[in-house]
Nanobody
Framework: VQLQASGGGLVQAGGSLRLSCVAS????????MGWYRQAPGKQRELVAS???????KYADSVKGRFTISRDNAKNTVYLQMNSLKPEDTAVYYC???????????????WGQGTLVTVSS
């Protein structure tokens, strides 16, 4: 089971990017999914999360600019980022809480990270 993130890149301030993260492998179900980010010299922080029922939560710094969504049929979570600011520059990581067996609890998996750079 793995998560593959994509969609990062270089964008000017005020621009937009859409990140995607696909879960693949032997998956019996996915609970919560989310996006975190880590800027140079800073701790990893939650950007947004979404439950299996599509309830969402956002960091105050991205509310109104970022939108998290998921496609359960594709085991994919998205992060639409609009009105990007230089302070959004970071490596963005996705995670997913998944069942990998028909019995038992979930395991939290992390993607490899995708770099977002916002120039001023």
């Amino acid at each position: 089971v793995q998560l593959q993130a994509s969609g990062g890149g270089l964008v000017q301030a005020g621009g937009s990017l859409r990140l995607s993260c696909v879960a693949s492998g032997r998956i019996f179900g996915i609970n919560d999914m989310g996006w975190y980010r880590q800027a140079p010299g800073k701790q990893r922080e939650l950007v947004a999360s979404i439950t299996s029922g599509s309830s969402t939560k956002y960091a105050d710094s991205v509310k109104g600019r970022f939108t998290i969504s998921r496609d359960n049929a594709k085991n994919t979570v998205y992060l639409q980022m609009n009105s990007l600011k230089p302070e959004d520059t970071a490596v963005y990581y996705c995670n997913a809480d998944m069942w990998t067996h028909s019995l038992g609890g979930t395991i939290l998996f992390w993607g490899q990270g995708t770099l977002v750079t916002v120039s001023s």
